[in-house]
């Protein structure tokens, strides 16, 4: 009775131990960009210029990358910080390319060029930062 279950008990085994191959197909990978240069852009708005008229500017500055395709992407905000570091600057507008060649692009397209029309009368100042990530 013993060989039976010790018999039965291998049989079992064996046949838990068999394995199938199954196929597993891998995504294909996409390759990235290991780094993008970021254009940060900081406004200092001249004090006569009305939120309306910053709300123009903004609009503006925010259709650039449906115009611009070199742009991949846009982000912009209001400075909170609490250290009152900021030199007057409080609008900041983050862009990010993936060469300098798309970035290059972006300074001299048209689009570009009307946007410095629009945003040139309601500044003070600017201050312009590019650097590649790491």
């Known amino acids: 009775m013993k060989i039976k279950i010790l018999a039965v008990t291998l049989l079992l085994l064996m046949g838990c131990n068999t394995s199938t191959k199954e196929t597993v197909k891998e995504e294909p990978k996409m390759e990235k960009p290991t780094s993008h240069l970021r254009h940060v852009v ?6 006569t210029s009305t939120p309306e008229d910053i709300a123009t500017v903004e609009a503006a500055f925010a259709a650039l990358p449906s115009k611009i395709s070199e742009i991949k992407g846009f982000e912009m905000g209001l400075n909170n910080s609490p250290e009152n570091l900021n030199k007057g600057f409080t ?3 983050f862009l990010t390319f993936v060469s300098e060649a798309d970035r290059d692009t972006y300074l001299t397209h048209p689009d570009h060029v009307a946007f410095g029309d629009i945003v040139s009368p309601h500044l003070q ?3 312009v930062v590019d650097y590649w990530t790491k």
């Open 91 to 93: 609008h900041c507008y």
């Open 125 to 127: 100042d600017v201050l």
């Open 42 to 47: 900081l406004f200092q708005y001249n004090e």
